[in-house]
Protein backbone atom coordinates (compact mmCIF):
# COMPACT_ATOMS: atom_id res chain seq x y z
CA UNK A 1 0.00 0.00 0.00
CA UNK A 2 1.84 2.81 -0.92
CA UNK A 3 -0.58 5.52 0.80
CA UNK A 4 -2.25 7.55 -2.23
CA UNK A 5 -5.65 6.84 -2.66
CA UNK A 6 -7.81 7.32 -5.56
CA UNK A 7 -11.25 7.02 -6.19
CA UNK A 8 -13.40 5.89 -7.50
CA UNK A 9 -11.96 2.21 -8.15
CA UNK A 10 -14.01 1.86 -11.57
CA UNK A 11 -15.83 4.46 -13.77
CA UNK A 12 -18.24 3.37 -16.22
CA UNK A 13 -19.95 6.19 -18.61
CA UNK A 14 -20.67 7.41 -22.12
CA UNK A 15 -19.77 9.25 -24.48
CA UNK A 16 -19.98 13.10 -24.09
CA UNK A 17 -20.20 12.70 -20.33
CA UNK A 18 -17.72 14.63 -17.95
CA UNK A 19 -16.02 12.51 -14.80
CA UNK A 20 -14.24 13.85 -11.82
CA UNK A 21 -11.37 11.77 -10.69
CA UNK A 22 -10.27 12.22 -7.14
CA UNK A 23 -6.64 11.70 -5.33
CA UNK A 24 -5.26 12.21 -1.68
CA UNK A 25 -1.64 11.99 -1.71
CA UNK A 26 0.39 10.36 0.98
CA UNK A 27 0.34 12.08 4.38
CA UNK A 28 3.02 14.74 3.87
CA UNK A 29 3.59 15.06 0.23
CA UNK A 30 3.22 17.87 -2.04
CA UNK A 31 3.47 16.67 -5.73
CA UNK A 32 0.71 15.41 -7.10
CA UNK A 33 1.15 13.76 -10.24
CA UNK A 34 -1.75 12.47 -13.25
CA UNK A 35 -1.23 10.12 -15.59
CA UNK A 36 -3.41 7.53 -18.56
CA UNK A 37 -2.52 4.47 -19.45
CA UNK A 38 -3.95 2.82 -22.04
CA UNK A 39 -3.05 -0.15 -23.87
CA UNK A 40 -1.97 1.35 -26.91
CA UNK A 41 -0.04 3.88 -25.92
CA UNK A 42 1.75 3.29 -22.47
CA UNK A 43 1.70 5.53 -19.44
CA UNK A 44 1.53 9.07 -20.31
CA UNK A 45 2.36 11.62 -18.00
CA UNK A 46 -0.17 14.60 -18.07
CA UNK A 47 0.09 16.92 -15.38
CA UNK A 48 1.86 17.97 -11.96
CA UNK A 49 0.49 19.71 -9.39
CA UNK A 50 3.18 21.27 -6.11
CA UNK A 51 0.99 22.69 -3.27
CA UNK A 52 -1.51 23.61 -4.88
CA UNK A 53 0.02 24.96 -7.99
CA UNK A 54 0.32 23.62 -11.89
CA UNK A 55 4.13 22.86 -11.68
CA UNK A 56 4.52 20.66 -15.28
CA UNK A 57 2.08 19.91 -18.15
CA UNK A 58 2.58 16.95 -20.39
CA UNK A 59 0.23 15.06 -23.07
CA UNK A 60 -3.08 16.28 -21.47
CA UNK A 61 -5.67 17.48 -23.59
CA UNK A 62 -7.54 20.39 -23.56
CA UNK A 63 -10.77 18.47 -22.31
CA UNK A 64 -9.34 17.65 -19.21
CA UNK A 65 -8.20 19.89 -16.19
CA UNK A 66 -7.01 19.27 -13.03
CA UNK A 67 -6.69 21.14 -9.85
CA UNK A 68 -5.20 20.55 -6.38
CA UNK A 69 -6.69 21.99 -3.20
CA UNK A 70 -5.74 23.31 -0.28
CA UNK A 71 -5.73 20.13 1.62
CA UNK A 72 -3.37 18.86 -1.11
CA UNK A 73 -6.00 16.53 -2.63
CA UNK A 74 -6.16 16.83 -6.43
CA UNK A 75 -9.04 16.31 -8.99
CA UNK A 76 -8.67 15.38 -12.59
CA UNK A 77 -11.70 16.05 -14.93
CA UNK A 78 -12.41 14.47 -17.98
CA UNK A 79 -15.03 16.21 -20.22
CA UNK A 80 -17.08 15.51 -23.34
CA UNK A 81 -15.50 12.26 -23.20
CA UNK A 82 -14.77 9.98 -26.24
CA UNK A 83 -14.07 6.05 -26.33
CA UNK A 84 -10.21 6.78 -26.84
CA UNK A 85 -10.32 8.22 -22.92
CA UNK A 86 -10.66 4.74 -21.56
CA UNK A 87 -8.08 4.00 -19.95
CA UNK A 88 -6.42 3.84 -16.42
CA UNK A 89 -5.61 6.84 -14.72
CA UNK A 90 -3.17 6.68 -12.05
CA UNK A 91 -2.29 9.35 -9.54
CA UNK A 92 0.63 9.81 -7.65
CA UNK A 93 2.71 11.54 -5.03
CA UNK A 94 6.06 12.57 -4.13
CA UNK A 95 7.59 15.04 -1.48
CA UNK A 96 9.28 17.25 -3.61
CA UNK A 97 8.57 19.65 -6.67
CA UNK A 98 11.17 18.03 -9.05
CA UNK A 99 9.36 15.48 -11.27
CA UNK A 100 12.42 12.83 -11.09
CA UNK A 101 11.44 12.62 -7.13
CA UNK A 102 10.48 8.73 -6.65
CA UNK A 103 6.83 8.46 -6.93
CA UNK A 104 4.62 6.59 -5.13
CA UNK A 105 1.04 5.66 -7.20
CA UNK A 106 -2.02 5.09 -6.09
CA UNK A 107 -4.23 2.14 -7.23
CA UNK A 108 -5.59 3.93 -10.20
CA UNK A 109 -9.38 4.18 -11.30
CA UNK A 110 -10.29 2.14 -14.60
CA UNK A 111 -12.41 4.74 -16.48
CA UNK A 112 -14.62 2.77 -19.20
CA UNK A 113 -15.73 5.44 -21.75
CA UNK A 114 -18.91 3.50 -23.92
CA UNK B 1 10.94 15.59 -30.73
CA UNK B 2 11.52 13.36 -27.13
CA UNK B 3 11.34 9.58 -27.05
CA UNK B 4 12.22 6.87 -24.81
CA UNK B 5 12.66 3.49 -26.81
CA UNK B 6 13.09 0.22 -24.24
CA UNK B 7 14.13 -3.26 -25.64
CA UNK B 8 12.60 -6.02 -26.13
CA UNK B 9 9.27 -5.14 -26.13
CA UNK B 10 8.99 -8.76 -23.91
CA UNK B 11 10.89 -11.77 -23.02
CA UNK B 12 10.30 -14.79 -21.17
CA UNK B 13 13.04 -16.63 -18.97
CA UNK B 14 13.46 -19.33 -16.27
CA UNK B 15 13.98 -18.96 -13.02
CA UNK B 16 17.73 -18.33 -12.37
CA UNK B 17 18.56 -16.50 -15.77
CA UNK B 18 19.88 -13.07 -15.69
CA UNK B 19 18.34 -10.48 -17.86
CA UNK B 20 19.54 -7.41 -19.60
CA UNK B 21 16.57 -4.68 -20.48
CA UNK B 22 17.72 -1.65 -22.97
CA UNK B 23 16.11 1.72 -23.17
CA UNK B 24 17.63 3.88 -25.68
CA UNK B 25 16.35 8.01 -25.46
CA UNK B 26 16.62 11.28 -27.06
CA UNK B 27 15.70 14.41 -25.08
CA UNK B 28 16.68 18.17 -25.03
CA UNK B 29 17.71 19.25 -21.75
CA UNK B 30 18.36 15.57 -19.71
CA UNK B 31 18.08 15.55 -16.13
CA UNK B 32 17.84 11.83 -14.92
CA UNK B 33 16.32 8.72 -16.13
CA UNK B 34 14.65 6.30 -14.19
CA UNK B 35 13.41 2.83 -14.03
CA UNK B 36 9.77 1.79 -12.39
CA UNK B 37 8.40 -1.98 -12.17
CA UNK B 38 4.89 -2.10 -12.87
CA UNK B 39 3.23 -5.33 -11.91
CA UNK B 40 -0.26 -5.61 -11.74
CA UNK B 41 -1.46 -2.30 -10.89
CA UNK B 42 0.26 0.90 -10.13
CA UNK B 43 4.10 1.40 -10.74
CA UNK B 44 6.63 1.08 -8.20
CA UNK B 45 9.76 3.28 -8.22
CA UNK B 46 13.64 1.08 -8.50
CA UNK B 47 15.91 3.68 -9.48
CA UNK B 48 16.74 7.43 -10.58
CA UNK B 49 20.36 7.44 -12.26
CA UNK B 50 21.40 11.36 -13.02
CA UNK B 51 25.40 10.57 -13.54
CA UNK B 52 26.80 8.33 -16.33
CA UNK B 53 28.91 5.38 -15.65
CA UNK B 54 28.08 4.87 -11.94
CA UNK B 55 25.55 1.88 -11.28
CA UNK B 56 23.11 1.96 -9.07
CA UNK B 57 22.17 -1.43 -7.21
CA UNK B 58 19.21 -2.97 -4.91
CA UNK B 59 20.05 -7.03 -4.18
CA UNK B 60 19.54 -8.36 -7.27
CA UNK B 61 18.73 -5.22 -9.81
CA UNK B 62 20.90 -3.21 -11.16
CA UNK B 63 21.37 -0.02 -13.34
CA UNK B 64 23.22 2.35 -14.87
CA UNK B 65 23.47 5.22 -17.50
CA UNK B 66 25.90 5.73 -20.59
CA UNK B 67 25.25 9.79 -21.49
CA UNK B 68 27.05 9.32 -24.45
CA UNK B 69 25.57 6.58 -25.94
CA UNK B 70 22.14 7.83 -24.24
CA UNK B 71 21.18 4.47 -23.17
CA UNK B 72 20.68 2.87 -19.40
CA UNK B 73 20.20 -0.92 -19.01
CA UNK B 74 18.53 -2.63 -15.90
CA UNK B 75 19.99 -6.16 -14.79
CA UNK B 76 18.11 -8.63 -13.09
CA UNK B 77 20.52 -11.41 -11.67
CA UNK B 78 18.88 -15.01 -10.53
CA UNK B 79 15.36 -13.91 -11.50
CA UNK B 80 12.34 -15.47 -9.43
CA UNK B 81 9.34 -15.32 -10.41
CA UNK B 82 7.98 -12.39 -8.38
CA UNK B 83 10.04 -9.96 -11.20
CA UNK B 84 7.37 -10.88 -13.64
CA UNK B 85 6.46 -7.42 -14.42
CA UNK B 86 6.31 -4.71 -16.50
CA UNK B 87 9.75 -2.70 -16.37
CA UNK B 88 9.28 1.08 -17.54
CA UNK B 89 12.55 3.59 -18.30
CA UNK B 90 11.37 7.20 -17.52
CA UNK B 91 13.22 10.07 -19.25
CA UNK B 92 12.76 13.81 -16.49
CA UNK B 93 13.09 16.46 -18.98
CA UNK B 94 14.68 19.57 -16.25
CA UNK B 95 13.68 22.59 -18.47
CA UNK B 96 10.20 21.96 -18.35
CA UNK B 97 10.23 18.89 -15.22
CA UNK B 98 8.59 16.61 -17.98
CA UNK B 99 8.61 12.64 -17.50
CA UNK B 100 8.56 10.55 -21.02
CA UNK B 101 8.06 6.93 -20.87
CA UNK B 102 9.04 4.15 -22.64
CA UNK B 103 6.41 1.56 -23.78
CA UNK B 104 7.89 -0.75 -21.28
CA UNK B 105 9.14 -4.45 -21.40
CA UNK B 106 7.28 -7.26 -20.27
CA UNK B 107 9.36 -9.89 -18.13
CA UNK B 108 8.24 -13.21 -17.85
CA UNK B 109 9.57 -15.66 -15.18
CA UNK B 110 8.67 -18.74 -15.52
CA UNK B 111 9.42 -21.67 -12.46
Known amino acids: DSGVTQTPKHLITATGQRVTLRCSPR?????VYWYQQSLDQGLQFLIQ???????AKGNILERFSAQQFPDLHSELNLSSLELGDSALYFC?????????????FGPGTRLTVL | EDKVVQSPLSLVVHEGDTVTLNCSYE??????LLWYKQEKKAPTFLFML????IEKKSGRLSSILDKKELSSILNITATQTGDSAIYLC???????????FGTGTLLAVQP
Open chain 1, 92 to 104: ASSVGLAGNNEQF
Open chain 1, 27 to 31: SGDLS
Open chain 1, 49 to 55: YYNGEER
Open chain 2, 27 to 32: VTNFRS
Open chain 2, 50 to 53: TSSG
Open chain 2, 90 to 100: VLHRGATNKLI
